[in-house]
Each structure stands twice: as structure tokens, then as C-alpha cells.
């Protein structure tokens, strides 16, 4: 008969179709002649044993494989085992090529659609992923970043903590929680944690415990961003209270024109300008408030620390007492965070990428339909094409030395002769920094990911 199964271990006895499955009956090729286990005594033959394993669909129809296994046992050491039969995965009960499907899937359908479709249980699905990630999790170590940066994104409903290399741009890691245990046992194991110079962070108070107590030499600096939004935040509950004063039409104008109130006044066209300044005549604070907060934003064009310093303790003197209880939630952070807010003048890194980062991830997760965290965390960390970009071939020189000489790679003797080297030579190896964030945006509107 033809070889249905096309596997080089199996030989196929008998194909049915029941129900709509293919059912195949076949036995092992290969015939083992030594114990594996002691390596001496001979094989004996000891029964055989029907197995069910699954198999790749043929067909568009579910694949069943009754492998009738034969049973040895050794005649020195009496242990019973089965014939050898690669194309086979014992743990899963499964052909090696299905697991490999599965894994490929993985990344394309939910557990419950990979279930469905090759006939397996939803769990084993899991555990095959599972192990997929382990495997993956130990083959692709990224190098610990100078310039680490954490935030965190809400996705399948719980808050995770996004790790992203600053300098390289690219994703270190993603974590299931943002708890303080999880984080503080995380960067307690972290290899190379004290080539860790700088931290970039919003004003997440577990984030600042968690690097002083596991990353000691490194610094911490408060996302720019992140400060200057909360000025923003000000004007829009500003605004939201002025609009209770006013007629249904006079809101849906306020409404309209919030935009103004958050851009940059050196962004906006002069008739916007005029347009704000109708609404500062009629609210007064509105506009001493917007003043303030171009003030604050002005603070990080100062070019060096001290002014920074110098300028926000003139914006504090500006703060007049009737806009102080607007104004607190702000002022209560930049005197929490002093130290890491203006550490920004002495190395102006940001999070701005590990927020796009972030993005990226909720657009997985909203195209993922029903993935979970572990899938979009391995989709997103171990993309080929991404991980390639964020890479770099690095060459290094090796001394090329006699052959006939006497040379140990990486120890000398001291009755050895020492090496005289007489031509370098040059080796390349590739330097894993992660995903490159760029990429993999460009790859998320291209709908790679779906």
C-alpha cells in the first residue's frame, strides 16, 4: 500500500475512515539491538502494545494513528521498554510533526480553534504551547539593557509590567503582574542586573521600591511625559467644571475646543489663540491656568539642571492660592519625586517607546481574539523578523596560531610555550537585544500579527 503517513519511523498496515477521522494502523521501522539503559545485554522481545497518537489533518480530516508497539526486555539489567519510533512525541501522544503544527498555530488561532480542529484536548494544546515557551524562554537570551524602562498595560483584564530596552529600542520582556513580589523576584534573578545604569518609570510607587532594593547602581528617571500630563489633567477637570456653567451650546463648543486647551500655545495658529482667549475672558482662572501649565512645560527646555530646579521654584512662587488645591495632585508628585523628575537633566531618556510598546500589545490583544497573555508575550517577544532587526553582528579578533604548536583554548599551562601569534582573525556573532519596537509596529499594520 502507499505510504499514507509519510514518516520514515512508521510503516502504515491499514487506512479507514470512521466518522469522518482517518484511522491508520502501523508499526515502528526500527529494531533496536542493545539496552539503552545499560548498554550491554541483549534485547528480547516481550509482547506488543496498541497506542493511539494524534497526527497532522489530512484532507481537512482528523488523523488517528494505532501504533501496535512492540515491548522488549533486556536479558542483563530486565528492564521492558518500547521500539524507538522518533516521528513519535510519548509525552503528548502525539506525531512530532503535529506538535510541531500546534506550536505554528499557536500564533494564528486560539487554544479552543487548535483544539477543535486536530481533535485534542484544549489542556494538552496549552502544555504543548507551554513547553514551546520554555523552550523559547531558554534559547533567546537578550542582553540585560544599560537603559531599562518599565510601564504597565492593561491586557486580558489584568495590569502586566512592559520592560523594554531604552538605548535599543527594542522589547526585554513582558510580565504577567505588576505586583511588587513578582517584580522584586524578577529583577533579584536577573543576570548582568548591574549593567543596569539608568530606569526609566512613571510615578508608580512599588516600580521605585522595587529598583532601589534590586538594581542599586542604577538610577531612576520619572518619564517626562508622564509628569507633564498630570498639568494637562488640570486644565480637563478645569474645563469639565467651567462647562456646568454654561448653555448646551456654549458646551459643545468647550467641548470642541479642548484640544487647544492641551497643545503647546507656540503649536497653535493665531486664530486657536484667539479663540482661547475668548474662553480666559470669561473664565479668568481658566487661563491663569493654562499660563502655569505652559510654564511647567517650559521647565524641561531649561538646558542643564540647576535652571530646571530654578525654574520650577519660580512656577511654585506663580501658583497663586486660589488654583493650589487644582494645581496639589502635581505639586504632591514633584516634591515625591524631586530626585527622579529632575534626574531627567542629567540623562534625558524617556519611555516614549515603551508606551508605543504598549500600544502594540493592546492592538494584539484586541486582534489576538481571545489569546492569552502567554501567547501575545511570545508573539510579541520572539518574532523573527522583529528580533533580527533588533540584533546586532558584532565582529570580534582571534589570533590564528600554528597548528603544529602547543594550545589550549582558554587556558595555558605553565609548561606550555607561549603562543606567538601571527595574523588575527576575524569571528561574528550575533548580539540579541529583543524585538525591535519599530519593526514590530510596521508589523502590526501590515496585520502580520492576525
Known sequence: MTDFLQLPSLKPIAVDEINGAYVVSAEGRVFPSACPECRAGRLHGHGTQKQSFRDTPAHGKTVQILVHRRRYRCQNCSKTMFDPIPDLDNKRLATTRLIQYIQAQCFRETFASIARHVSMDEKTIRHVFDDLAAELENKFRFVTPRYLGIDELKIVGTYRAMITNVERKTVFDMRATRSKADLLAYFKALPDKDSVEWVAMDMY????????????????????????????????????????????RQRLRLKDERFLLLKRKHDLSPEAITRLSTWFEQFPLLGEAHSLKEEFFAIWDNRNRASAEIAFQDWLKHLRPELRSDFKDLTTAMSNWHEEVFAYFDNPITNAYTESVNNLAKGMNRMGRGYSFEVIRARMLYDKIARNDGSTLVSKSAPVVDEDEPFSIGYMTADQPRVKHKSKRVSREIVEYGPYIPTLTKLLESGHFE
Do not use: C, G, S, W
Open 205 to 248: 510607587h512599588v516600580y521605585r521600591q522595587v529598583v532601589k532594593e534590586t538594581l542599586p547602581k542604577a538610577r531612576i528617571v520619572v518619564d517626562r511625559f508622564h509628569i507633564q500630563r498630570m498639568a494637562n489633567e488640570v486644565l480637563e477637570k478645569m474645563r469639565k467644571r467651567f462647562r456646568k456653567t454654561l448653555t448646551q
